[in-house]
């Protein structure tokens, strides 16, 4: 393990995000007024996630979604999504404004500000595909390699080999370089949808894992590639 993720990162997690916890704050407030607003429901939405090792946290969010909503819901699953989120809602989605309070769960200790992205308990599948290639073993994160790298057009097994690209490179160029992605990403609108969309993929073989589709010609894939030959 190296020095940067061992204790460097979490100290870096927690300076940025107590600085930006002003801005966090004030965002909040202006988002939960509109909320309610539209709709009387809460203005966050809290929901298991697993986190780091399998522990199962709380991740907060601006809610976005109407109050009848299934709980356990995975949006990238949703056929309709229209009559499920709000007005509000998909103004804050599509410029990611919904998950500006998670810099509290990173606060907390639960999660990372770069990191793969935490998954609900149902989604064992998934859990099991992270578990056997370690990426269980770091926090999950607001943004990651994944989400700079196709986001929700992507298939969940290329999201998992991002995560294990990831996992095995983390270091304080990747996490910057995340984080300036993640604006371009966010500002462009690069990467984003609601529901359902079909993605054209390809195989290729990580060592002693299952088989991970990648999209093909996508930036992860090659870096992946890259490090599955080296």
């Not at 009848?68 to 990611?96: E, M, Q, V």
Request: hydrophobic letters at 40%; aromatic letters at 10%; a positive charge.
């Amino acid at each position: 393990m190296t020095v940067y993720k061992k204790y460097i990162k979490r100290a870096f997690d927690l300076v940025l995000s107590v600085c930006l916890l002003p801005f966090v704050l004030f965002v909040v407030l202006i988002c939960g007024i509109i909320i309610k607003l539209e709709d009387r429901g809460p203005i966050f939405f809290k929901q298991d996630r697993v986190g780091k090792d399998g522990k199962i946290f709380k991740v907060l969010k601006l809610r976005t979604m109407y109050s009848h909503t299934p709980p356990n819901l995975a949006t990238r699953d949703i056929c309709n999504p229209d009559s499920y989120i709000t007005k509000t809602g998909k103004f804050l989605r599509r410029w990611s404004i919904d998950e500006i309070p998670q810099f509290l769960n990173v606060v907390k200790g639960d999660m990372s500000i770069i990191g793969p992205r935490p998954l609900i308990p149902q989604e064992k599948e998934i859990h099991i595909l992270r578990d056997k290639n370690h990426v269980t073993e770091i926090k999950p994160g607001i943004s990651g390699w994944a989400q700079v790298n196709g986001r929700d057009y992507v298939e969940i097994n290329q999201k998992i080999a991002c995560d294990v690209f990831y996992a095995n490179n983390i270091s304080f160029i990747l996490d910057i370089k995340i984080i300036f992605q993640t604006a371009g990403c966010v500002l462009f609108g690069r990467g984003y949808r609601e529901g359902k969309a079909e993605t054209m993929i390809e195989y290729i073989e990580i060592p002693d894992a299952p088989k991970i589709q990648v999209v093909k010609n996508d930036v992860a894939a090659r870096d992946l590639a890259e490090v599955i030959n080296s």
